[in-house]
């Protein structure tokens, strides 16, 4: 037997042909005619049957590859006569405990009239089914995970400005402000730099001021302290602590 397929193609050819085909760890390919015999197929076995020097056509339901023969037998089961497939045709079957799910495709064409088949173990595309959704998983916590840290960075970078500035708040409070405990927030590229410079500028003026006031009033007193004060010294000094306690009470609320 030498069948062709369009010119120069033999059948063995064809075979090797579909070896080659990715279908899955232990699916199988095949093609067999109306009549039910077998003409390639991607099983490690010929599409004839050798007697000596004769070769005999042989039977997709004799096959020594047994997905492809249980796949024809289910198939024949199923539509009683190959003829009757006009189209596309799907089986289920059970072998060996596994769930076997087979694609038939007729085939007319250039000449030929073939069945096309794929049959597919329910565990390798199951298989694939379940890679594929551990992927996705995967993926998923990735992105989780990545979202998270973004957010973490994210909230830092507006954390820390705001916790400078509460801290050279309270600087002021306790007298030890420090423009350079702000330095950093100052040399941002955002808000929080303009922030940061209008505090400074108001920090210094408000230290500036107590400071004054500060010297202000020591100075009365010493004056008072030398001369035994009058009455107008120490309205002066009375003005000046009143002044100085709403200063730091204004700072104090703030």
């Not at 099983?43 to 004839?48: L, Q, R, T």
């Not at 050279?168 to 350079?180: E, L, Q, S, T, V």
């Amino acid at each position: 037997l030498q069948g062709v397929f369009g010119i120069d193609i033999y059948l063995n050819e064809l075979s090797d042909f579909m070896r080659k085909l990715t279908i899955s760890p232990n699916g199988r390919a095949f093609i067999i005619e109306t009549s039910g015999e077998l003409i390639a197929s991607s099983a490690n076995e010929k599409p004839f049957l050798e007697q000596g020097d004769t070769k005999l056509r042989m039977s997709a339901n004799n096959s020594q590859d047994p997905l492809i023969r249980e796949t024809a037998i289910h198939l024949s089961e199923q539509v009683i006569s190959l003829h009757n497939i006009t189209g596309r045709e799907t089986i289920e079957f059970e072998l060996e405990g596994e769930t076997q799910l087979a694609y038939i495709y007729r085939f007319q064409d250039i000449g030929v009239d073939w069945l096309l088949g794929i049959v597919i173990p329910q565990n390798d595309y199951m298989e694939t089914i379940t890679d594929n959704a551990q992927r996705t998983i995967l993926i998923g916590i990735g992105i989780t995970i990545t979202a998270s840290l973004l957010s973490l960075v994210a909230a830092l970078h507006i954390i820390h400005p705001i916790r400078k500035l509460n801290c050279a708040a309270d600087d002021i409070k306790k007298h030890r402000f420090n423009p350079d405990n702000l330095k950093d927030v100052v040399a941002r590229f955002d808000e929080f730099s303009g922030l940061a410079k209008l505090f400074n500028d108001m920090a210094t003026v408000v230290v500036s001021r107590e400071h004054s006031l500060a010297e202000q009033v020591q100075a009365l007193k010493s004056e008072i302290h030398q001369n035994g004060g009058s009455r107008s010294d120490r309205q002066k000094l009375e003005k000046l602590l009143v002044r100085s306690q709403r200063l730091r009470a204004r700072q104090q609320n703030r």
